[in-house]
């Protein structure tokens, strides 16, 4: 006997149509055996059918993924069996168990290979109209302004090219140090002396062929600068320390004159993701902070000497950039909403340790944004 457990609703939707229909659990789908019950769970919902070496044979099926030509021959071939598994399947569609078909794209068979394991990650966000393929694409179209390509940049560039963001584009005036061996993503003791736009490029262009790579061997100084760079861009992140404050401010202006979002990281902290005119920005951010330091009523001029060179190892760096492009491809795809959205992230003894600050946009802002002016005024609705 078949058994929609909590959540289920609705008539089952008989999937079973054609004979090399791709049938198979998502991710975060569990297959249990409780009693005399193999019980398929995803998120506290549940179908259960009485088990039987068939039905157990059926349910690791599901699990690998089969086409349902061969889910049918498991379930065998009887009026019974046939109705039964027509009703499983129908159920496991009902409370989002089951991926999306495959459906025909225009992506390649390499692209397709090479995210097999991002679209199964994407599977689990699937909802109507919105498929793993659908969130993929929207990666591949995608374009990225990084503005510093050191030991944090160089590793949010790399991470958001193997995650499939299509175009990146980035600036950064240094070059290769030895001191940079120890934290920047793909360098290497040859690379020494090399301006970094130059060195990433190369080892960017032959990991990720099909990427579009736009790198500028350029030192920001003002918001006009980064607007004129990072105008047409989807998103910017900021990952530069120098100026400590100026270059954080520059890249909140710049969203702000460009109408493109941006998402920044460093002073131990990752966020808060700027959607202009609706969210919180680093503006918000600096003066929240000197408010409750109590310097803001002292007039503290914070960017007046610069910040002393700060020791690292590439776990820092590393875990900071997971985050930042974590969050980047949470808000490319809206496959789920970042966290950082009218809030940021502070760093702990555990490096990015979880713990969340709400931050609404703030009426003294100091590039004065306008976010407390926004009537959703929650970063939580915006897409």
Same mark, same amino acid.
């Given at each position: ?6 959540? *289920?609703?609705?008539? =089952? ?7 090399? @229909? ?41 699990? @690998? ?32 168990? !089951? ?25 689990? %966000?699937?909802? =109507? ?11 591949? +179209? ?34 290769? @140090?030895?001191?940079?061996? +120890? ?10 002396? +090399? ?5 990433? %490029? ?8 099909? *990427?579009?790579? +736009? ?8 918001? @006009?600068?980064?607007?004129?760079? *990072? ?8 990952? *530069? ?47 929240? !902070? ?15 000497? =610069?910040? =002393? ?41 555990? !490096?990015?340790?979880?713990?969340? %600050? ?26």
């Amino acid at each position: 006997m078949l058994l929609a457990g909590m959540g *289920a609703s609705g008539p =089952p939707v008989v999937a079973l149509t054609t004979g090399d @229909e791709l049938l198979r659990l998502k991710q975060d789908a569990m297959v249990v055996l409780i009693d005399d019950q193999i019980a398929f769970v995803r998120a506290r919902r549940a179908v259960r059918i009485t088990t039987s070496p068939t039905w157990e044979a059926v349910a690791q099926a599901l699990i @690998e993924g089969t086409r349902s030509d061969r889910v049918r021959l498991l379930a065998g071939e009887g009026s019974d069996a046939s109705s039964t598994l027509e009703s499983l399947v129908g159920a496991l569609h009902n409370i989002g168990a !089951l991926e999306a078909p495959p459906r025909e794209t225009r992506l390649s068979g390499a692209i397709l290979e090479r995210h097999r394991r991002t679209l199964r990650f994407f599977g689990t %966000h699937e909802s =109507p109209g919105v498929d793993r393929f659908s969130y993929l694409e929207r990666l591949l +179209n995608a374009k990225v302004f990084v503005v510093g390509l050191g030991g944090v940049g160089s590793w949010i560039a790399y991470q958001l090219l193997m995650s499939g963001v299509g175009t990146v584009s980035g600036c950064d005036g240094d070059v290769v @140090e030895m001191s940079n061996l +120890n934290r920047t993503a793909l360098i290497s003791p040859d690379d020494v002396g +090399n301006p970094k736009t130059e060195v990433l %490029h190369r080892h960017f262009a032959e990991r990720f062929p099909d *990427a579009a790579l +736009n790198f500028s061997r350029r030192v920001v100084t003002s918001v @006009e600068d980064l607007a004129d760079m *990072a105008a047409g861009h989807d998103l910017i992140i900021g990952a *530069a320390d120098q100026p400590y404050l100026s270059i954080r401010l520059w890249v909140s202006g710049a969203s702000l004159k460009t109408g493109v979002p941006s998402l920044q990281t460093g002073g131990g902290r990752v966020g808060p993701l700027f959607v202009p005119g609706r969210t919180s920005c680093a503006g918000c951010l600096h003066a929240a !902070l000197l408010r409750s330091s109590g310097a803001a009523a002292r007039g503290a001029q914070t960017d007046h000497f =610069p910040m =002393p060179q700060v020791g690292t190892l590439c776990p820092q760096p590393a875990a900071d950039s997971a985050m930042v492009a974590l969050e980047a491809v949470r808000f490319l795809t809206g496959c789920t909403a970042p966290v950082t959205l009218d809030a940021y992230l502070q760093k702990g003894a555990g !490096l990015l340790d979880g713990v969340v %600050h709400e931050l609404p946009p703030q009426k003294d802002c100091v590039i004065s944004c306008g976010g407390h002016k926004s009537p959703t005024r929650s970063g939580k609705e915006v897409k």
